[in-house]
T-cell receptor
Framework: GQQVQQSPASLVLQEGENAELQCNFS?????MQWFYQRPGGSLVSLFY???GTKQSGRLTSTTVIKERRSSLHISSSQTTDSGTYLC???????????FGKGTSLVVHP | NAGVIQTPRHKVTGKGQEATLWCEPI?????VFWYRQTIVQGLEFLTY????????DSGMPKERFSAQMPNQSHSTLKIQSTQPQDSAVYLC???????FGPGTRLTVL
């Protein structure tokens, strides 16, 4: 079946350090998306990134569709970046979404 | 723009009772997705509608779960004869670009 592998499962940083989160997809995909979820909160879209590189502030997403992978780079991490980062792939004619298990990020002051 | 509205925010039911969860998508959005989130399983796709028509319900448990979208302004997820394993946060998202609501936390005692 369709799978989305996220790594690492968890990450602990000191404020100011950079982070690199990865997603690998087992099948071809139409598009993918990165989300952020604060503990107890809902999901907020960070990037809708079918291919190429997109940047928003300290966040950069790079997706290589033909290699079935995407990365999320967080530069100069802050304590407010703590939370869970999830990626999702959308595939097939029905555009069905499949989510990864997420990366839990903790940034210490 | 109030965003995606989900009601109730919290619901507690006894085993065997019925639970109906409501989702009001963002006005003008033609797609509505339903998900279930637990710590163990993560975020699981249940079903989705586009222009009120069911597109993919492959994630829905075959028994006891049903979803409808009778008009553009709301969708419902109904769980009959709730079981403790149905306890989860049920999330609704609007649009193919996934604008999530705050979720309904269902607890089955």
């Amino acid at each position: 079946g369709q799978q989305v592998q996220q790594s690492p499962a968890s990450l602990v940083l000191q404020e100011g350090e950079n982070a690199e989160l990865q997603c690998n997809f087992s099948t071809s995909l139409n598009s993918m998306q990165w989300f952020y979820q604060r503990p107890g909160g809902s999901l907020v879209s960070l990037f809708y990134n079918p291919s190429g590189t997109k940047q928003s502030g300290r966040l950069t997403s790079t997706t290589v569709i033909k290699e079935r992978r995407s990365s999320l780079h967080i530069s100069s991490s802050q304590t407010t970046d703590s939370g869970t980062y999830l990626c999702a792939m959308f595939s097939g004619g029905n555009y069905k979404p499949t989510f990864g298990k997420g990366t839990s990020l903790v940034v210490h002051p | 723009n109030a965003g995606v509205i989900q009601t109730p925010r919290h619901k507690v039911t006894g085993k065997g009772q019925e639970a109906t969860l409501w989702c009001e998508p963002i006005s003008g959005h033609s797609a509505v997705f339903w998900y279930r989130q637990t710590i163990v399983q993560g975020l699981e796709f249940l079903t989705y509608f586009r222009n009120q028509a069911p597109i993919d319900d492959s994630g829905m448990p075959k028994e006891r779960f049903s979803a409808q979208m009778p008009n553009q302004s709301h969708s419902t997820l109904k769980i009959q004869s709730t079981q403790p394993q149905d306890s989860a946060v049920y999330l609704c998202a609007s649009s193919l670009q996934q604008y999530f609501g705050p979720g309904t936390r269902l607890t089955v005692l």
